[in-house]
């Protein structure tokens, strides 16, 4: 049964939320900023206004800067914490793919290292994140009439929209066609993708007439990013030329209905996008006999082969690949010294006898491995409990496992932006031990050439999940078409505070919609009094 209520607001960006929400997935703050700096998209110059792209109160906006993803700045993990407003180590969402060791399941609702879309249909088709994600979505806790038109975390949401699979598959298969196709990409699928969602909007508003929360998200500009030549252009192509006339038929289907003026329009975005290079030597892959697989085996431990399913459990290592990051899952192979038996992965590994070596070895193959050297920025660890709560993770300097901070004190790497804070929240929490036991930081920094960057996938043109600007930087923009940016920055700041980010979302919409803000999960995010400043978890 539909709820009813007063339209409050809509939320416009890669995931969509409350009132009108636009979630728009892959476009980081630099590219949105560009795009508006270009002049190509009229329709949001009219609904934002006047304003130079670089400052942050436009005539009928509030656009922060400065907004940080979560860790790792990636699609799942990262449009799960905006639609519960928990990071990865209570939301229990750990990446695009991840493994639970309380059940021995590999997880992949958007599969790198593995093959096979099935955990991605099972996320519409079988509510497949109801099962995984352990936080209360903002359609749950406003508890008015919404809709949700192709967001994955859904639960609560009066109507549903969902993608044809056929549509989904098409747009997924062309980023498989395209590695290594020089021409002019066919924007087709990711814009028929990003189309069908748009019309799906447009039809349950017809049908059922105007939520109070409407929340779009819009899939295609990532998937194209990932392998468009010249990538970093391509994202103002796809913008101008397929986001901006779709969001605009949806901010008119408000306007004929008398409702635009009086809604809150939010923006937001999962990540951004950095420039790789497709080359095989770029992508560190998935041979279990070669590259960081292969030296997991090499010293000794029986790794699960890359498939989402496997016939039996007697593996010790587990890897999941996030882009930037790798995580990998250790074992406590004192329960499964004998090759066919299945380890207790309740247990975690032993610090001296199994943790350390396996660092010291993976830090002399940085150093000097003929293939494998200088592809890896840190590798990162922490004492493991297995299902218990996980201490910190630290960065292992060739000696010791040391504090992050000390680390970066005597070590300043300002491009990691918020490191500490944001690792904190991705491993410290109920939940903390999906994010692995070690944690492998692929080399891609922003200051080095294309041909020096490397990320763990296959080949790709651009990749994201760093906790560099240009990945973790997110669109956030709050919007009023019928008042003033001053009035939309009084509001949010007096919702989420001056520095919001990527946890501010759900808050922000529920104190849009006039919803008591349960002060537990906001406390639970926050490791710190100060802490996750960019990212949102104000006190």
């Not at 409050?8 to 892959?26: F, P, S, T």
């Not at 969902?162 to 990711?190: C, H, K, M, W």
């Not at 010790?316 to 990051?325: H, I, K, N, P």
């Not at 918020?418 to 939940?431: H, I, K, S, V, Y």
Request: net charge negative; aromatic share 8%; proline share 7%.
């Amino acid at each position: 049964m539909l709820r009813t209520g007063s339209l409050r607001w809509l939320l416009v960006g890669g995931a969509v939320l409350a009132g009108l929400l636009l979630a728009i997935d892959g476009v980081g703050d630099d590219a949105f900023r560009e795009i508006l700096s270009e002049g190509r998209i009229p329709e949001l110059r009219g609904l934002l206004g006047a304003a130079d792209p670089q400052s942050e109160l436009w005539d009928h906006a509030w656009a922060p800067k400065g907004a940080l993803s979560i860790l790792p700045s990636t699609t799942f993990a990262a449009w799960t914490s905006v639609f519960t407003g928990s990071p990865v180590a209570v939301t229990g969402v750990a990446g695009n793919e991840w493994y639970d060791r309380a059940s021995d399941r590999f997880l992949a609702p958007a599969p790198v290292s593995v093959s096979g879309y099935g955990d991605a249909v099972r996320v519409y088709s079988e509510g497949f994140m109801d099962e995984w994600l352990a936080e209360p979505t903002p359609f749950e806790r406003a508890d008015v009439r919404s809709y949700a038109v192709f967001v994955v975390q859904h639960r609560g949401a009066d109507i549903l929209v969902q993608p044809d699979f056929s549509v989904l598959g098409e747009a997924t298969a062309a980023v498989a066609r395209e590695i290594g196709n020089d021409e002019v990409l066919d924007l087709e699928p990711y814009e028929a993708l990003d189309r069908q969602a748009v019309v799906g909007a447009l039809a349950a508003l017809d049908e059922h007439g105007l939520p109070d929360l409407l929340a779009v998200y819009l899939p295609g500009i990532n998937l194209h990013m990932h392998v468009a030549p010249g990538s970093a252009h391509a994202r103002v192509d796809y913008f101008a030329e397929v986001v901006g006339p779709l969001i605009w038929s949806i901010l008119e289907a408000y306007r004929e209905r008398r409702a635009l003026e009086d809604t809150w329009v939010v923006f937001v975005s999962d990540h951004g996008h950095t420039p790789v290079s497709e080359a095989e030597r770029n992508a560190l892959g998935t041979n279990p006999d070669e590259g960081w697989p292969g030296i997991i085996e090499e010293v000794g431990w029986r790794l699960r082969p890359f498939e989402r399913e496997v016939s039996d459990s007697t593996h010790q290592a587990v890897l999941a690949y996030q882009g930037a990051f790798a995580n990998l899952y250790l074992a406590d192979r004192s329960t499964c010294q004998a090759d066919d038996d299945a380890c207790d992965w309740s247990r975690g590994p032993d610090l001296e006898g199994d943790l350390l070596p396996l660092l010291q070895r993976r830090h002399e193959v940085n150093q000097d491995h003929p293939d494998l050297a200088g592809t890896l920025d840190l590798i990162l660890s922490r004492e493991s409990h297995g299902l218990d709560s996980a201490g910190p993770f630290r960065i292992w300097d060739g000696n010791s496992l040391r504090p992050v901070g000390d680390y970066l004190e005597a070590n300043p790497r300002p491009d990691l932006l918020e490191f500490e804070d944001r690792l904190q929240a991705m491993g410290e929490g109920p939940l903390g031990h999906r994010a692995g036991d070690i944690l492998l930081l692929a080399r891609m920094r922003i200051e080095d050439p294309i041909a020096d960057r490397f990320y763990f996938s296959g080949p790709y043109r651009s990749w994201h999940g760093s906790p560099n600007a240009w990945d973790s930087q997110i669109l956030w923009i709050l919007a009023r078409p019928g008042g003033f940016g001053s009035d939309a920055r009084v509001q949010g700041m007096e919702l989420v505070g001056e520095r919001p980010g990527q946890l501010d979302i759900t808050p922000l919409v529920l104190g849009l919609l006039s919803v008591d803000v349960d002060p537990g999960p906001q406390a639970r995010r926050s490791p710190s009094e100060d802490g996750l400043r960019g990212l949102g978890g104000h006190p």
